[in-house]
DNA sequence: AGTATTTCTTGATAAATATCAAGTAGTTCT
DNA sequence: AGAACTACTTGATATTTATCAAGAAATACT
């Protein structure tokens, strides 16, 4: 029941799926490939998320709510991805508790993962949060452009190149 | 229904509401004073999550999966406190769909609350951070010691003292 | 009210990171 | 393969923020 209303969609290299200002209407779980979330910041891109397989990805607050988004959603490389519309997620959640209770498992997990990252941000230096990044996913570093992950982690491309440099 | 699962507690002004290393079991809501969320970190308490009046607080992870804790939740200020155990929780969960709305929509916005605030430390400096909070809660600077602020801003106290006196 | 304790401010200095600029390497496209 | 573009690195310098230390102010305690 849960399968049948996900959709499987392709999205090629620099497609961007959701248009920051619009209405974000679908959420994704990505089979292959990379997603970021990212929204403009003094004339910056700036990168909130890199989501890759086994992610699922949407502009929450818009997609819940149907406010207007600040944020866009692109794919970094070619994509695999499973989409699931609003109105299916919600007639989901009324007709199907695993659903639901997925819903709120990932939900929660989600927000949990996000306050680690805000906690390291709080008290650890770029160099730790890259060390940890570096650590736990080697393989974004060979896969998307660095000034993404640089974006991510809250610093300047020139300060991951010279971190990395000088890595013990 | 709801109503009748909540509990009534006051806490003290420096108490702890749930040790760091234990199971969080209980979720809060504040009718009254300030909670705080905090970890260690190199040594250093690291506040993470300052609430007052209105807002829930939990170790969400910790609630949820009951996985072991690694924050504190202690009362800033005296608080008066309406508790729900975990037990109640996930029965409300299952026998009352309104709970269950209410949760998704709970968490959905805390999410995007954090990710706003996640996205302001990626790309805004200490100065435009302590501007906005001081413009989004200014009651705060009045009612908890400004070391518990300038951590949950991931500043040291020295800097908000100097960013506050050098203010246009 | 007066002492003890905690919290806040200020100064001097150091460390981390950003900015700007230029060059090198890598990729994409036809 | 070669041109055009994008991504990465390095250097010089500036800015931001942290650290350490000491004193001032505020608050709590009896």
Redesign the pocket.
């Known amino acids: 029941m849960i399968k049948e209303k996900f959709v499987q969609v392709d999205a090629r290299k620099g497609q961007v799926l959701v248009e920051a200002g619009q209405k974000c209407t679908e959420m994704y779980f990505i089979r292959s490939g990379y997603l970021r979330v990212f929204s403009l910041a003094n004339g910056v891109e700036t990168t909130l998320w890199i989501g890759n397989s086994g992610s699922f990805m949407t502009a929450i607050s818009s997609f819940i709510f149907e406010t207007s988004n600040r944020w866009t959603i692109q794919a970094i490389t070619e994509c695999q991805l499973e989409v699931l519309g609003r109105k299916d997620h919600f007639e989901l959640l009324q007709r199907c508790p695993k659903w639901m209770e997925f819903d709120i498992v990932l939900l929660s997990r989600s927000f949990a993962m996000l306050e680690e990252r805000m906690f390291a941000h709080l008290h650890s230096?770029?160099?730790e949060r890259l060390d940890l990044l570096m650590q736990n996913n080697p393989r974004l570093f060979l896969d998307v452009?660095?000034?993404y992950i640089a974006s991510l982690l809250?610093?300047?491309?020139?300060?991951?190149?010279?971190l990395?440099?000088n890595s013990p």
Do not use: C
Not at 155 to 160: A, D, F, H
């Open positions: 230096t770029a160099r452009p660095l000034q809250g610093v300047t491309p020139e300060t991951i190149s010279r990395r440099k």
